[in-house]
């Protein structure tokens, strides 16, 4: 499974566009990644994930650089409610062996 | 339906006790999953379920106890836990093969509190 690594905490201000950015230099061909959120006392929600190049939904946009080691989920004018954790994983869709990383502690103040 | 529903939120045990949590879905979901998760760490992978059937148990000790009586419950059986197993236990599940992107649906864990 491919190891990630993530920044452990980072701050914001509402309005503001937060990027976060994933490594995972030893991502296998059948890989995808995903990225979670989770609020305190709650269980982690899916965001988005992708394979290469861009993805984008209503809640966030996903960069996959042509190599793949790495990926940054980009939250658009994130308000004080995108305070939480955001988990970077990464997989091959068919397995069951989901594993979460240390994430990142977004933080956003007013 | 896309609710993973777990059951009770709050648990209060003492380390001679034998209690259960319960974790339902109803999406159809062929793989289901327990997850433990201490204060500012991220969740824990415990056991997977895949059509009823025991497929991962990630080296966890014997007083836990899991159980898939169908394809829609999922239980973890507690028995002489000590105060160190004391977390959050997420119950999540997900698709099986087809269109499967492997996103986990999780619940809104069982806060369980060892005495």
């Known amino acids: 499974l491919a190891k990630t690594t993530q920044p452990i905490s980072m701050d914001s201000y509402e309005g503001q566009e937060v990027n976060i950015t994933c490594s995972h230099n030893n991502i296998a061909t059948n890989d995808y990644i995903t990225w979670y959120q989770q609020f305190p006392s709650q269980g982690p929600r899916f965001i988005i994930q992708?394979?290469?190049t861009k993805v984008t939904n209503e809640v966030a946009s996903l960069f996959i650089p042509a190599d793949r080691k790495s990926s940054t989920l980009s939250l658009p004018r994130v308000s004080l409610s995108d305070t939480a954790v955001y988990y970077c994983l990464v997989g091959d869709t068919g397995g069951f062996k989901t594993i979460f990383g240390a994430g990142t502690r977004l933080f956003v103040k007013a | 339906d896309t609710e993973v529903t777990q059951t009770p939120k709050h648990l209060v045990m003492g380390m001679t006790n034998k209690k259960s949590l319960k974790c339902e879905q109803h999406m159809g979901h062929r793989a289901m999953y327990w997850y433990k998760q201490k204060a500012k760490k991220p969740p824990e992978l415990m056991f997977v379920?895949?059509?009823?059937?025991?497929?991962i148990n990630e080296s966890v000790p014997s007083r836990f106890s899991p159980e898939c009586p169908n394809s829609s419950l999922l239980n973890l059986h507690l028995h002489a836990l000590q105060p160190e197993d004391s977390a959050l236990y997420l119950c999540a599940s997900s698709q099986v093969g087809g269109s499967n992107t492997g996103e986990l649906f999780f619940g809104e864990g069982s806060r369980l509190t060892v005495l």
């Open positions: 379920y895949s059509y009823e059937k025991l497929s």
């Open positions: 992708g394979y290469k």
